[in-house]
Nanobody
Framework: QVQLVESGGGLVQPGESRRLSCAASRSIFSIKAMGWYRQGPGKEREVVALITGVGGIEYAGSVKGRFTVAVDNAQNTVYLQMNSLKPEDTAVYYC?????????WGQGTRVTVSS
């Protein structure tokens, strides 16, 4: 079993930045994929940013150019740097990890973008 613990959510104003962190309880050195999903009010969960084990990175079109995903293998942590935040980025953000043995989700961290 793998635990994913997210942090960094909160209330931010439009145009501001925020960084989310997700620490895994197991090494991510040989992980198949890791990244972030989000679920906004009344919406389905959607992918935000993913890093694959072969180094590929995918972003949702709505965040491309504003969000950056990165991993720190030494800390078993994935980050999501969110810049130029918009009210439509308001959501619960979930960390996601795909190991050879299964898929894991964090508990979610809420980001609210509002003035």
């Amino acid at each position: 079993q793998v635990q994913l613990v997210e942090s960094g959510g909160g209330l931010v104003q439009p145009g501001e930045s925020r960084r989310l962190s997700c620490a895994a309880s197991r090494s991510i050195f040989s992980i198949k994929a890791m990244g972030w999903y989000r679920q906004g009010p009344g919406k389905e969960r959607e992918v935000v940013a993913l890093i694959t084990g072969v180094g590929g990175i995918e972003y949702a079109g709505s965040v491309k150019g504003r969000f950056t995903v990165a991993v720190d293998n030494a800390q078993n942590t994935v980050y999501l740097q969110m810049n130029s935040l918009k009210p439509e980025d308001t959501a619960v953000y979930y960390c996601y990890a795909l190991y050879s043995g299964g898929t894991y989700w964090g508990q979610g961290t809420r980001v609210t973008v509002s003035s």
